[in-house]
């Protein structure tokens, strides 16, 4: 079974920063991309980077400058370093995995359980 869960949300004053962390766990033969969303009350989950095992990143326009996803191949681990942030940033950010377990011969999407972040005022 595949286990994605995440760590380092909270609560930060507009300008502040706060690193999320999410490591996969379990029966995993390989990881393709991995990712962080986002949902704020009322809006549909978005997409707010994503980077591929080789490293190709890619951003959402609203946190470009101010965002960085990177990950650790070795620890199946995939972070989000957020700075400058703002309170439209306020949601809980889920991570995601594009994985093929050890006993599946497919690629399939697994999502964490979310972390809540908020930005204050």
């Known amino acids: 079974q595949v286990q994605l869960v995440e760590s380092g949300g909270g609560l930060v004053q507009a300008g502040g920063s706060l690193r999320l962390s999410c490591a996969a766990s379990?029966?995993?033969?390989?990881?393709?991309?991995m990712a962080w969303f986002r949902q704020a009350p009322q809006k549909q989950r978005e997409l707010v980077a994503s980077?591929?095992?080789?490293?190709?990143?890619n951003y959402r326009d609203s946190v470009k400058g101010r965002f960085t996803i990177s990950r650790d191949n070795a620890k199946n681990t995939v972070y989000l370093q957020m700075n400058n942030m703002k309170p439209d940033d306020t949601a809980v950010y889920y991570c995601?995995?594009?994985?093929?377990?050890?006993?599946?011969?497919?690629?399939?999407?697994?999502y964490g359980q979310g972390t809540q972040v908020t930005v204050s005022f």
């Open positions: 995601h995995a594009f994985l093929q377990s050890s006993t599946s011969s497919t690629f399939l999407n697994y």
């Open positions: 980077i591929t095992s080789g490293g190709t990143t």
């Open positions: 379990g029966s995993i033969f390989s990881i393709n991309t």
